[in-house]
């Protein structure tokens, strides 16, 4: 079974940083974009970042500058490095991906189960 496991996610002071990361384990055959979303509470899950195989980046436009989207696409490992963090970057924390295992070569969207990620003032 494909499973994205997210790690990384804590409680940090606003101006810190964290980084999340999350690895793609099971029998995959590929994976296209993968990425961050997040969800605040009572809020709509929104895009962060994404990147491509061939390294492809896009941010929200809050966290650009703050933010930065790395993946391994040997591995299947996608993080995300945050900094200057903010309180409004106080949200549940997913990663996504876009991928294929096997025996399918069918591409579906894929996330993990979420990580927690708070900025205190």
């Known amino acids: 079974q494909v499973q994205l496991v997210e790690s990384g996610g804590g409680l940090v002071q606003a101006g810190g940083s964290l980084r999340l990361s999350c690895a793609a384990s099971?029998?995959?055959?590929?994976?296209?974009?993968m990425g961050w979303y997040r969800q605040a509470p009572g809020k709509q899950r929104e895009l962060v970042a994404t990147?491509?195989?061939?390294?492809?980046?896009n941010y929200a436009d809050s966290v650009k500058g703050r933010f930065t989207i790395f993946r391994d696409n040997v591995i299947n490992t996608v993080s995300l490095q945050m900094n200057s963090l903010k309180p409004e970057d106080t949200a549940i924390y997913y990663c996504?991906?876009?991928?294929?295992?096997?025996?399918?070569?069918?591409?579906?969207?894929?996330w993990g189960q979420g990580t927690q990620v708070t900025v205190s003032s």
């Open positions: 996504n991906a876009d991928l294929a295992s096997y025996p399918s070569t069918y591409f579906s969207e894929l």
């Open positions: 099971g029998r995959i055959f590929s994976v296209r974009t």
């Open positions: 990147i491509t195989t061939g390294g492809t980046t």
